[in-house]
């Protein structure tokens, strides 16, 4: 099966012209994965907060539950009035200018929680993007606007900022999300489905999940994984241990599955905070490939196909299937078919194993990359740069 669906994946890249901006994505099949945005009540299997519970979950949230807020946010999109004005036929005879338009007002909502009491606010950048207005309302009531400091896709991270008077904000506390283990409490907080504070209860399924297994291909993050309910309304809320401090932020649901959400590591939050909070750009480093893992049985049993499109070298490495036009790996002339050995001398064959040691070496860093080109073992020298399209 994997064999068949590598030489599927093979033919449809050199049938199609795919551009993606990542220096590492692996494939495992078309599997859809959702922001925990809201949308409409269907899930009521969430109940609101009751603090006056004997029990270590209701201590973590009286800790930590006053901190976490709601955001619910309004964006502005004009339309034209009538499709009657799209058919080309009728187009020549109205100018653009002229053309009806109507404005129309989305609303979203979700979740952030407060990390300082001068109103610092961490969420999810899909809550916020793009909205022309945000609103905070507090457990307590009060309500707020909300400025956007920053925002990165890349990591699904924002920042909002509001002006309270003095210091009269409570703060979330921090955990260390490197300390977590398989199995340890997990306690999300959020407003799912338009209730506001909600608590669920689980634990910590898998920490380490990359994205591109996960099926966000379009994120750099190592997921924790817990079966905590999270539902929509949930993103940007916190996933508290079980004394109450925040160790991640939830993000997304598995949509084909009960009992699968993902959250970012709180310490990939606090590396990034002062950068968004600033308002100034996140690097991330890329070469500009799309590849998946080989091994010599895969590549074996492709190269005995006679319907595959290419042979390639049976070894255990990560095959080239996609170079970004305009990247650093296609100026070094890295080409589809291509298998990845090695970088700067140290042995790969996991792509996200790859991609951690281009984010690791940082922008306009050399790379050393050893590759199999047919039967030829060559070496190119490749200079990472910011990806596109991220501002």
């Not at 009286?62 to 036929?89: H, K, L, S, Y």
């Not at 129309?104 to 993007?129: C, M, P, W, Y």
């Not at 306009?364 to 990806?387: C, H, I, M, P, S």
Request: charged share 20%; net charge positive.
């Amino acid at each position: 099966m994997k064999t068949m669906k590598l030489i599927k994946y093979l033919r449809l890249v050199t049938s199609y012209s795919i551009t993606l901006l990542l220096s590492v994505i692996l494939s495992f099949g078309g599997l859809d994965v959702l922001s925990c945005q809201a949308a409409p009540i269907q899930n009521l299997a969430q109940a609101p907060v009751n603090s006056s519970a004997d029990s270590f979950v209701a201590t973590a949230v009286t800790r930590t539950g006053p901190a976490v807020v709601r955001i619910d946010t309004e964006t502005v999109v004009t339309r034209q009035v009538d499709p009657f004005f799209d058919d080309p036929f009728f187009g020549e005879f109205f100018e653009q200018p002229s053309r009806p338009r109507r404005e129309e007002r989305i609303t979203g909502q979700g979740s952030g929680f407060i990390i300082d009491s001068k109103g610092i606010i961490l969420t999810n950048a899909h809550v916020v993007n793009g909205a022309d207005k945000v609103t905070v309302t507090l457990k307590d009531g009060r309500t707020f606007n909300g400025q956007v400091r920053g925002t990165d896709e890349i990591t699904d991270l924002a920042v909002v900022a509001i002006q309270p008077q003095g210091n009269t904000l409570p703060v979330a506390p921090l955990g260390d999300s490197s300390r977590l283990k398989v199995g340890d409490w997990a306690i999300a907080v959020g407003n799912p489905v338009g209730l506001d504070n909600t608590v669920t209860l689980g634990i910590i399924s898998t920490i380490g999940r990359s994205a591109a297994k996960v099926g966000v291909p379009d994120k750099r993050l190592d997921f924790i994984q817990t079966d905590a309910a999270i539902n929509p309304g949930n993103s940007g809320g916190p996933l508290l241990n079980s004394k109450g401090e925040v160790i991640g932020i939830n993000t997304a649901i598995r949509p084909d599955a009960m009992g699968i959400g993902f959250a970012i590591p709180i310490n990939k939050a606090k590396s990034l905070e002062k950068t968004l909070a600033s308002g100034k750009q996140v690097p991330h480093p890329y070469i500009g490939v799309q590849m998946i893992d080989l091994t010599p049985e895969v590549a074996r049993a492709n190269n005995n196909n006679p319907n595959s499109p290419i042979i390639v070298p049976e070894v255990d490495g990560i095959l080239v299937v996609q170079v970004v036009p305009n990247s650093p790996a296609q100026r070094a002339k890295l080409r589809l078919g291509d298998v990845i050995v090695a970088v700067n001398g140290k042995s790969v064959k996991d792509g996200t194993d790859l991609q951690k040691i281009v984010e690791k070496a940082g922008i306009n860093a050399t790379l050393k990359l050893k590759f199999y080109r047919g039967d030829r073992l060559l070496e190119v020298t490749v200079k990472t740069a910011q990806l596109q399209g991220v501002s």
